[in-house]
């Protein structure tokens, strides 16, 4: 299991480097990533480099045996760079430029940058393929999360380039764009501009282009580096760490490109069970590595820095975070960072050493972690096993949450993390998968979720549909199914692509103010919970309904809704239920749809499983204070190796339990 964090030698004395690796080898680490930020360190000077300090640094890695993530060092540029060219600095919305003085200022499209940081990369390839501490690269540092587009006239002339390869012609951009509409017709490609600011309202479909070009800009600087470093180094995977929680890029075409699938998750102190959002982006992340194994670059050991209210994490929920992510597919956890900085921006963010030294409950913990971890070795070569597939997609993302939608309080995770939880809570496991071009994608999961999957072009619908009528069930909500690809709504009543799946045909969105709530109701008449944010002005199509408003802007009105097609099920649900009514239309869905969780979950316990050749791994993980029973037998690899029929875990804890083939 990996185990470590970003390590930064250059923000401390050469003194301190050797006290690095002691706590290290005492805390069992095995994998640093090492030079991310280090650019200004490794070339001071224009095509002057600097090694001596990390060829020593790898040298006292490698003596210990800690595998090291070597970085490309290009996510941040050296002040020089905006000196010589200050065309490279990126520009915002507004035309303002942002300057050197914090990371990330360059513009993803400069030619500039990228021959300065394939020159880099160029160089610390052919110096460190061959040491032996070296293990995997990592290039640049989560693309896009600062500066997710750039609006300078670098990336206006390349996103022309850009659409021209798209549509070939002028004509074409105008159709997918509608610009009939407020006489934002173009005559040639070269009117064309980046979405900058404007009076009001700027363009959708070019707003969402803009979104993908984007993303493809900084795709191209991380392909740039990658094929330096197969080129010189080819035995050594590549990896950059994805966000998966953010908007920023569509990381469905990145993973196609990464050889190992590695993110970054921080917990956001303020919301409540947040160790909910941390399943579901482990899910997801997963997901990228199309189920396959895959690694948690970064999170942390307790509080960061960015957040108003940074909350140090509780004892022993960092082991449980970390568990988390290893139930869920990880191979290992990584932090940022391994020493708490002293100086810089980030000097209140923990670390695995914290400015208390090891002398500290937190860094006994570490300790303890990478125990934790060293025993968990015999889980790397299983996968998870899932129950159900929930559809996510990032251009639907950028869809829903454009400026001039029929609410802004739709939010493009808000259902998909809704499911995810309540099926959580009810023991089951979700896989994520992008929008379907076959109903083959889909084929070996009972059940599929469509959560406001915005845009879905007629392959995609086509796609769903042959799902459903070959045995599927399928949940699709509210805002799913509007546009298609370009973002032109599917006419004659919504959700226009899923209109024939789910029987049922919407007139009128009738979304509610802010803290409305209506009542729903059963078939029977009773009560079945709330809903708020939606409704709609629905009609049966074919479909049957399940829950009904009793008030609102349309009482009596179908509020969500089964329909049978062919040999499945197409259940809508046109409203936001609570999560109880959610949870308690789950049930019925999943059990409709022959999907049974293999134990009873009691409250605030998450219950994964991992599955080898020879064993199957059932982590157990209880989120709640309270000591709790589960009834899973088997031997906990964190326990005293007795098997036992079930787990018995206190407020908190943690067990994995090996349940072999043969037994
Ligand atoms: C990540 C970043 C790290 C560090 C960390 C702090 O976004 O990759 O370099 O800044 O956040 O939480």
């Not at 969402?208 to 470093?229: G, M, T």
């Not at 929680?245 to 947040?274: G, I, K």
């Not at 739709?410 to 992008?434: E, I, N, S």
């Not at 046109?574 to 049974?596: F, I, M, N, P, Y």
Request: aromatic residues 10%; negative net charge.
């Amino acid at each position: 299991m990996a185990f470590g964090g970003d390590y930064n030698p250059e923000q401390w004395p050469s003194a301190v480097w050797a006290d690095d690796v002691t706590l290290m080898r005492e805390a069992g680490v095995t994998l640093v990533s090492v030079g991310i930020f280090s650019w200004a360190h490794l070339e001071p000077r224009p095509g002057e480099y600097e090694f001596g300090w990390l060829d020593r640094v790898l040298d006292l890695l490698g003596e210990a045996g800690v595998d090291v993530d070597l970085a490309t060092a290009t996510a941040s540029p050296p002040p020089w760079l905006a000196r010589l060219y200050p065309e490279t600095l990126p520009v915002d919305r507004d035309g303002r430029t942002l300057w050197p003085g914090s990371r990330q200022a360059y513009c993803p499209s400069s030619p500039v940058f990228r021959a300065r940081a394939a020159a880099l990369t160029e160089q610390l390839a052919a110096r460190y393929a061959g040491h032996p501490a070296l293990a995997l690269w990592h290039v640049g540092n989560e693309y896009g999360c600062h500066t997710t587009c750039c609006w300078c006239d670098t990336s206006a002339a390349a996103f022309r380039g850009w659409l021209e390869q798209r549509y070939r012609d002028v004509d074409a951009l105008n159709e997918a764009w509608g610009t009939s509409f407020w006489s934002q017709r173009y005559g040639d490609f070269s009117e064309v501009l980046p979405p900058r600011a404007t009076p009001t309202f700027g363009n959708p479909g070019q707003e969402l282009d803009f979104r993908r070009f984007s993303s493809d800009e900084h795709l191209a600087c991380f392909v740039a580096e990658r094929d330096v470093l197969r080129r010189v180094s080819p035995h050594v995977p590549v990896t950059t760490n994805f966000m998966a929680h953010t908007e920023v890029v569509d990381y469905w075409t990145w993973a196609r490109e990464v050889d190992v699938v590695s993110n970054d998750h921080y917990l956001l102190a303020h919301q409540p069970d947040n160790h909910l959002e941390l399943a579901f982006c482990a899910d997801v992340t997963r997901g990228l590595a199309g189920g396959q194994p895959w690694l948690l670059m970064e999170h942390s050991t307790s509080a960061v820095n960015w957040q108003p209210r940074n909350v140090a994490k509780r004892p022993g929920e960092t082991i449980r975070n970390s568990l988390q992510h290893v139930a869920r597919g990880s191979q290992g956890a990584l932090f940022f960072q391994w020493r708490q900085s002293r100086a810089g921006a980030e000097k209140y963010h923990s670390a695995l050493v914290p400015h208390a030294g090891a002398d500290s409950r937190l860094w006994r913990e570490v300790v303890d972690l990478g125990v934790t971890l060293e025993r968990l070795a015999p889980v790397l070569a299983s996968t998870v096993q899932a129950d159900v597939a929930l559809v996510f997609d990032w251009q639907s993302w950028w869809a829903t949450e454009q400026v001039a939608t029929p609410s802004v309080d739709v939010t493009y995770r808000d259902r998909a993390l809704a499911l995810h939880r309540a099926l959580l809570r009810a023991g089951l496991t979700v896989d994520v998968v992008p929008t379907p071009s076959s109903p083959d994608e889909l084929a070996t999961y009972p059940l599929v979720l469509a959560p406001t999957l915005h845009l879905v072009s007629q392959p995609a619908a086509d796609a769903f549909r042959a799902y459903v009528e070959g045995g599927g069930s399928l949940l699709v909500t509210y805002f799913s199914g509007i546009a298609d690809e370009r973002d032109h709504v599917h006419l004659g009543g919504y959700p226009g692509a899923f209109r024939d799946v789910l029987g049922v045909r919407v007139e009128e969105f009738c979304p509610l103010l802010s803290g409305e709530q209506v009542g729903l109701v059963d078939t029977d008449g009773s009560g079945a919970g709330t809903a708020d944010v939606w409704a709609e002005d629905l009609h049966l199509a074919g479909a049957e309904a399940v829950l009904t408003y009793a008030d609102g802007p349309v009482p009596g009105t179908p509020a969500v809704t089964r329909h049978r097609l062919g040999n499945g099920l197409g259940w809508y649900v046109a409203t936001r239920t609570d999560d109880a009514s959610t949870a308690a239309l789950l049930h019925r869905v999943c059990s409709e749809a022959g999907v049974t969780a293999p134990y009873d979950v009691p409250a605030g316990v998450e219950l994964v499983r991992r599955a080898g050749d020879e064993a199957t791994y059932v982590f157990v993980l209880n989120h709640s204070p309270e000591p709790v029973t589960v009834p899973v037998p088997g031997v906990d690899l964190l326990g005293d190796g007795v098997s036992e029929q079930e787990v018995r875990l206190s407020g908190g804890g943690v067990a994995v339990i090996r349940q072999d083939r043969s037994g």
